[in-house]
C-alpha cells in the first residue's frame, strides 16, 4: 500500500474510534496484584528523588504515568524524569505568578463547577479564541503557555478535591464549546501548532488527567483538526472524547447524567 493511503487509513481509524465511543467509564482506581507490584518498583525506583512537586511520586500520578506507558516501569519512569526536566525548562514554578489579565479576556477559560461525580470542570469556549490573530502576534507560544497554566490549576484542585475526599480518583472534564470555530482563525497553519503543541505537552506531563473531553457545537471542519491532532493523542484521551452538535437535545442526553446545568457557563447549557 503507498504509504499516502496508509496515512490516510490510520487517521481515517483515529477520527472512527473518536466518534464511535458514546459511553464513557469513570477512571479506574482498581489495581491488580500485578499492577500494585509494578507500582512498588516505580516507587522504589524514584525513592531517593527529589522532586519539583511532592505530589509528582503519590501513587494515584505513577499509576497515571505507568498506564501512559502501558505498565513498563522503565518507559513510565523515563516520562516522569522528562516531566521533572520540562518543569525547569517551562519554569513551571512560576507559571501562576505571571500577569495572565489580558488572557483571560482575549482566551477564556473558565474553572469553577464540579460534576455529579465531584470532579472539576474545565470549560472551554474555544471558538471565542482568535488564534490566527495570536498567531499574526507571534503569541501562540503564550496562547499555549496560558492553557497549561489552566491545566495545571485544575489538575491541583482535583487533587486537593481528592485529598478532601470530595471525589476519587485524577480526573477532571474538559469541555469545549467550538460555536464560532471557523478554520480561518483557528486553523491557519501556525494555528494547528497550537492544538499539536498543546497536546503534546499535556499527553507528555498530564497523562490521563481528561475523564470526560466533550465539545459542543462541533462544526464538521474540527474533523480536519483532529485528523491532525488525533496521532499525538493517546487512546485515553480518545476514549474520553465525545464530540456534540448544535442540539440541544443531543447535548441534554449526555450531559444530564453527569452535570447539574448551574455548574456550566451559560453558553455550555442544555
Ligand atoms: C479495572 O482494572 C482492574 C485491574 O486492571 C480490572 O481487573 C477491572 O476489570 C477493571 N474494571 C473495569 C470496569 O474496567
Ligand atoms: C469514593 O469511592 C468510594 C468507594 O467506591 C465511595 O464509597 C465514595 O462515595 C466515593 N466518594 C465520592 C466523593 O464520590
Ligand atoms: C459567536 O460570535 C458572536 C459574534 O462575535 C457572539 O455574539 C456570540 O456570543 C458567539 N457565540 C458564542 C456561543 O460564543
Ligand atoms: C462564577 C464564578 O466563579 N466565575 C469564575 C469562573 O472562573 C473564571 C476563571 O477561571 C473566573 O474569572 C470567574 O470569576
Given amino acids: 500500500m503507498l504509504p499516502a493511503a496508509q496515512k490516510y487509513l490510520q487517521v481515517l481509524l483515529i477520527v472512527l474510534i473518536i466518534f464511535v465511543s458514546v459511553t464513557k467509564q469513570l477512571e479506574n482506581l482498581t489495581l491488580t496484584k500485578a499492577e500494585k507490584r509494578k507500582v512498588d518498583q516505580f516507587k522504589d525506583a524514584i525513592s531517593t528523588l527529589v522532586f519539583p512537586r511532592e505530589t509528582m511520586k503519590e501513587e494515584l500520578n505513577l499509576v497515571r504515568y ?6 513498563d516501569v522503565t ?11 520540562w518543569w525547569e525548562d517551562y519554569k513551571m ?33 474555544l471558538g471565542d479564541w482568535d488564534l490566527r ?33 470530595k471525589m ?15 478554520r480561518h482563525q483557528h486553523m491557519c497553519v501556525p494555528c494547528i501548532r497550537f492544538h499539536t503543541e498543546f497536546a503534546t505537552m499535556y499527553e507528555s ?17 474540527f474533523q480536519v483538526l483532529l485528523t491532525l491532532v488525533g496521532p499525538v493523542l493517546s487512546s485515553t484521551t480518545r476514549d474520553a472524547m465525545q ?5 440541544k437535545e443531543e447535548w441534554a442526553k449526555v450531559l444530564r447524567p453527569n452535570f447539574e446545568g448551574n ?8
Fill in 133 to 165: 490573530k495570536a498567531a499574526v502576534q507571534g503569541q501562540i507560544p503564550n496562547v499555549i503557555r496560558w492553557f497549561i497554566k489552566n491545566v495545571d490549576e485544575v489538575h491541583t484542585i482535583t487533587r486537593n478535591l481528592a485529598n478532601g475526599g
Fill in 205 to 221: 506531563h498530564y497523562p490521563g488527567g481528561i475523564g470526560r473531553l466533550i465539545t459542543l457545537n462541533t462544526p464538521s471542519v
Fill in 93 to 125: 514554578n512560576s507559571i501562576h505568578d505571571e500577569d495572565w489579565s489580558s488572557f483571560q479576556k482575549d482566551y477564556p477559560i473558565f474553572i469553577n463547577g464540579t460534576d455529579k461525580n465531584g470532579l472539576p470542570i474545565l470549560a472551554l469556549p
Fill in 263 to 270: 455548574q456550566l457557563p451559560e453558553s455550555f447549557r442544555w
Fill in 75 to 85: 518507559r513510565a519512569n523515563s516520562m516522569l524524569m522528562q516531566t521533572v526536566k
Fill in 66 to 71: 505507568l498506564r501512559a506507558r502501558r505498565w
Fill in 168 to 182: 476519587n480518583g485524577t480526573q477532571w472534564n474538559l469541555i469545549g464549546n467550538l460555536a464560532n470555530f471557523t
Fill in 243 to 247: 464530540t456534540l452538535g448544535t442540539s
